[in-house]
């Protein structure tokens, strides 16, 4: 659950890295991270925090040259609390490597072994991320002669990663005095967009990066393909795995992304106008429209999804929530008992809008519940007779393994529970959910070509085919944990935490 960018430019490259990763905000604010190259040298800075107080001026001196990469960091698994773990990743060998990884490695234990045992190579983090640089840098030596590097070198270093690499993986990197290399695994889960400019050549996580910037989106990287731009911003595109086919992450679309981006040929936006739309006929199936006086969105991303559905009802659309963008962590001081940021510290009501109504409270996913059982008694301490809770998503059932922060099963709400057994937790009068096969044709009629979504966490269907229970046991165990006393800052920890 990373955001990521490269560039190739004719000018500095630090501020235009900097603007991207603002706008990739929404993806992790755990850690940043910007790297840039001038000559054969690297320059690096990267640490925990948001963007805009991981680099001050003095940073972004220090970072000069042409080219470079960022991201920014919500980590799956490793160690969160260690700025090692903060990417760019780099190797001095061959030529000199740095990589910035979103995704997540399903083998990467038994890579860890292979790149031991067999590559000689050292891993000194936690990370999955050093894991693929590591396997780059060693299928790039293993094509190699002395200091030519041709970009079919490069592809064929890409062609033995996508042969031992397993999971989702969209990758940046650049090898010091040639250029950039970006891929997608075969499956094309983790999103990748390229665009242009008069100045170079970006290529980021979402195309809404690329705009921003005043670069034009030119296409998708597409699912088992590579791009080598060379220091001149020249681009060459080919296809490096065997098998492709092309099942983006569902969960991209219903909440993750920015709503003004384009994924793989799909507005974020209009996907979820559509999931309105989709959802807006199971709520009357459920409760009759002449019951329910009111459609509030919990903000932020369930907002289009909402106002489809409101529409289409013939019901008043109304903002019922404030969300307090400027809440920073609680500190725990010694002496002091734990304590857990309360949902009311970042949302408020506006009580006018839910007294003495029945009102319908849209959010885009239900996750944990803790959060859903907390708004709907704050609809109900606000006034509201009755409160009924749609979700534009499926029941989240099952852990996501392909690099979203996903609660192991035991923490999902919905998790060998029924409908009205997940009603009952969250406390709300009618809960109604989106039908998956629903929210698959919604979305996926916006781009026919696709094969299908990985919904992996909403049907339990692993796009990979190499997904065991094992696996999942051995990748929760390995997911990175809140500390006692420490705010839990996922993204779906609270709901819609869009800064967007």
Do not use: W
Request: proline share 5%; aromatic share 6%.
């Amino acid at each position: 659950m990373c955001g990521i960018v490269g560039v190739v430019s004719k000018a500095p490259v630090n501020q235009l890295i900097y603007d991207a990763l603002l706008l990739l905000q929404h993806r992790g604010q755990d850690a940043a991270g910007i790297v840039t190259q001038q000559g054969r040298k690297f320059f690096m800075h990267k640490a925990k925090g948001m963007v805009r107080d991981v680099f001050r001026t003095r940073n972004m001196r220090a970072l000069p040259g042409n080219c470079g990469l960022g991201q920014v960091r919500y980590p799956t698994a490793g160690n969160a609390y260690s700025e090692e773990e903060a990417q760019p990743f780099y190797v001095n060998a061959p030529f000199g490597l740095v990589l910035v990884h979103n995704g997540n490695l399903t083998n990467a234990q038994a890579l860890k072994q292979e790149l031991f045992q067999a590559d000689h190579r050292h891993i000194n983090t936690e990370s999955d991320s050093e894991v693929l640089l590591n396997v780059l840098a060693h299928e790039l030596e293993k094509v190699t002669r002395g200091i030519t590097l041709k970009p079919a070198d490069v592809f064929a270093a890409v062609r033995g990663v996508h042969q031992r690499v397993r999971g989702s993986y969209a990758v940046v990197a650049l090898i010091a005095g040639h250029g950039l290399v970006a891929f997608r695994d075969p499956y094309g889960i983790r999103p990748l967009c390229v665009g242009h400019s008069d100045s170079g050549v970006m290529v980021a996580s979402e195309s809404v990066t690329l705009e921003g910037n005043g670069f034009e989106l030119d296409r998708d990287v597409m699912p088992g393909e590579a791009l080598f731009v060379d220091l001149e911003g020249n681009m060459q595109f080919q296809q490096c795995a065997d098998k492709v086919s092309h099942n983006p992450c569902i969960f991209e679309f219903v909440y993750l992304a920015r709503p003004d981006s384009v994924l793989d040929g799909i507005s974020v936006y209009q996907a979820r106008l559509n999931l309105g739309e989709t959802l807006a006929k199971r709520v009357v199936s459920t409760v009759p429209p002449n019951e329910i006086d009111v459609v509030i969105p919990i903000p932020e991303s369930s907002r289009p999804s909402a106002m489809e559905l409101a529409q289409l009802l013939g019901l008043p659309y109304r903002e019922g929530f404030v969300k307090n963008r400027y809440v920073g962590r609680t500190f725990i001081m010694p002496g002091q008992g734990v304590r857990k940021k309360s949902v009311r510290q970042k949302l408020n009501v506006i009580a006018s809008e839910f007294k003495g109504r029945n009102v319908l409270l849209v959010d885009d996913s239900i996750v944990r519940g803790t959060t859903s059982r907390e708004i709907v008694q704050m609809a109900r301490d606000a006034g509201a007779r009755k409160v009924y809770l749609a979700s534009a998503a499926p029941p989240v059932r099952y852990p996501n393994v392909y690099g979203i922060d996903m609660p192991t099963p035991d923490e999902l709400v919905a998790h060998n529970r029924t409908v009205e057994e997940v009603r009952l937790s969250i406390g709300c009068d009618a809960l109604i959910y989106q039908d998956v096969d629903a929210m698959k044709l919604a979305i996926g009629s916006l781009n026919p070509k696709l094969a299908g979504f990985d919904a992996s966490c909403f049907d339990g269907v692993y796009v990979t085919g190499d997904i065991t229970l094992e696996d999942i046991a051995r990748l929760n165990a390995g997911r990175d944990q809140t500390e006692e006393g420490e705010e839990d800052t996922s993204r779906l920890a609270l709901p819609n935490a869009q800064t967007a």
